[in-house]
């Protein structure tokens, strides 16, 4: 009998995304042909959006066993991805999961080259905006403000070798997040703090990580839900807590 290929779900949190997620869950599946090496299935860990998303993803769901739906009921991108991952876990047998946004700022065409070091020997791969290759579309004020945040963080943890750390779009093997105690990362703030945190966290753990080139667009449809000065704010109490060995 032939072995079971590893199975890798792209968790994609969402709130209000009625006018994106069906677009999104058909151009991230598309891409299986490209990734023979996974079989690859879509969860949509939804924080109970009001506008359709929930009743859109569920319709998908009953047709395609490749997509699931999770109703978290809870606000914030980071309790999206952590009940996300864990319902990955325990209920759809991931070995490998793609932390992706909803809103096709990350581009599902760059999946292909996210998994593929993961059949290399890596155990988290990260595309980055930051090294050769990438190309990053976003307006001028979001790229400083990435650029800013990306370099506070590294200076204050001295980090070496990955140069992306605030965006949300990566693949690792399950043991990666598992090995980490829910209390290091601020899992239910609502702020986008948890992105990086987890990321940081990862690699405090040992992961053997690589970095790809992505695309990054702007958002086109729907609305933003960061808030920038948060944010920032977030962004420099962690990094000055990490500077002086507090968690």
């Not at 070091?117 to 980055?128: F, H, I, Q, R």
């Not at 080139?213 to 839900?225: A, D, E, I, L, V």
């Amino acid at each position: 009998m032939t072995e079971p290929k590893p199975r890798a779900i792209v968790v994609t949190p969402t709130y209000d995304e009625r006018d994106n997620i069906a677009d999104l869950i058909d151009a991230v599946l598309a891409e299986q042909p490209h990734i023979p090496e996974f079989e690859l299935h879509v969860l949509v860990s939804d924080s109970h959006s009001t506008d359709g998303t929930l009743e859109i993803v569920q319709q998908i769901a009953e047709t395609n066993p490749h997509v699931h739906l999770l109703d978290v009921e809870m606000r914030g991108i980071g309790i999206g991805l952590y009940k996300g991952f864990v319902h990955a876990i325990e209920h759809l047998n991931a070995d490998v999961l793609v932390e992706m946004d909803s809103d096709f700022q990350h581009n599902p065409a760059d999946i292909p080259a996210l998994l593929k070091p993961l059949t290399e020997g890596y155990d988290l791969v990260v595309g980055s905006r930051f090294v050769a290759g990438s190309e990053n579309r976003m307006p001028f004020i979001r790229r400083i403000l990435s650029i800013g945040a990306n370099q506070v963080i590294r200076i204050a943890l001295g980090m070496r070798g990955v140069t992306e750390i605030t965006t949300s779009f990566r693949a690792f093997y399950k043991d990666c997040f598992l090995r980490i105690p829910r209390e290091e990362v601020p899992w239910d703030d609502q702020s986008f703090i948890a992105v990086p945190v987890f990321l940081v966290r990862m690699l405090e753990h040992g992961a053997h990580a690589t970095e790809v080139p992505m695309t990054m667009h702007p958002r086109t449809r729907g609305y933003s839900k960061m808030i920038y000065w948060k944010y920032i704010r977030d962004i420099l109490w962690f990094s000055l807590r990490s500077r002086l060995g507090l968690k």
